[in-house]
């Protein structure tokens, strides 16, 4: 069964700084991985999707990175500011093509200080 | 813009009361979900339709039934919530190919139940 972890649980940085949001999947058999953004009380707004056969993926001042054989996806952003400030959420699909149910990480509530 | 739309944002019912939340998209996907989230946890999948074929996740309460009318619409019905059926309520869709297509979501509705 496939398990999503998120390191860390939550994280405050000052404005300005880059930071490095950790995701780690216990069967590496997947087929992408996704990073979402939660607002509170909001939905979840896709930010990335890496493939399985893609190393890394950039949108704007984020880059998601994929290593499939360690089981690993990072988020960085660059020059983070308040408005970023949310929780983010990685998610992997299941590889059995009869389900569909995202197996999603527990996120890492982000606070960017101005 | 394409979109996946969720009516209402708010809905506060009362213990046992039926409720109806709906979803409608214009990315015209073919495959639509509902997640439940709860406080603090991630989204958890209650059903998903591909095209009109209905999908129930083993571990969905029978309180919970779903409708799709046609692609664009899909509804949740809960027909006697109780307490512990106070959450966000998400609609998702993502296209029919394989299991880990991207998946799109709603804004979301936060139900109370009183």
């Known amino acids: 069964k496939q398990e999503v972890t998120q390191i860390p649980a939550a994280l405050s940085v000052p404005e300005g700084e880059n930071l490095v949001l950790n995701c780690s999947f216990t069967?590496?058999?997947?087929?992408?991985l996704q990073w979402f953004r939660q607002d509170p009380g909001k939905g979840l707004t896709s930010l990335l999707l890496?493939?399985?056969?893609?190393r890394e993926q950039t949108s704007g001042r984020l880059n998601a990175s994929l290593d499939k054989s360690s089981g690993r996806s990072t988020l960085y952003i660059a020059a983070s500011q308040p408005g970023d400030s949310a929780t983010y959420l990685c998610?992997?699909?299941?590889?059995?093509?009869?389900?569909?149910?995202?197996?999603f990480g527990s996120g890492t509530r982000l606070q960017v200080q101005p | 813009d394409a979109m996946v739309i969720q009516n209402p944002r708010y809905q506060v019912t009362q213990f046992g009361k039926p409720v109806t939340l709906s979803c409608s998209q214009t990315?015209?996907?073919?495959?639509m979900y509902w997640y439940q989230q709860k406080s603090s946890q991630a989204p958890k999948l209650l059903f998903h339709?591909?095209?009109?074929?209905?999908?129930n996740e083993a571990d969905t309460p029978d309180n919970f039934q779903s409708r799709r009318p046609n692609t664009s619409f899909c509804f949740l019905d809960i027909r006697s919530p109780g307490l512990g059926d106070a959450a966000m309520y998400l609609c998702?869709?993502?296209?029919?190919?394989?299991?880990?297509?991207?998946?799109?979501f709603g804004p979301g509705t936060r139900l109370t139940v009183l």
């Open positions: 998702a869709t993502s296209r029919p190919q394989g299991a880990g297509n991207e998946q799109f």
């Open positions: 890496i493939q399985s056969s893609q």
């Open positions: 998610a992997v699909p299941p590889m059995d093509t009869g389900r569909r149910a995202l197996t």
């Open positions: 339709y591909y095209d009109k074929d209905f999908n």
């Open positions: 990315l015209n996907h073919n495959v």
């Open positions: 069967d590496s058999a997947i087929y992408n």
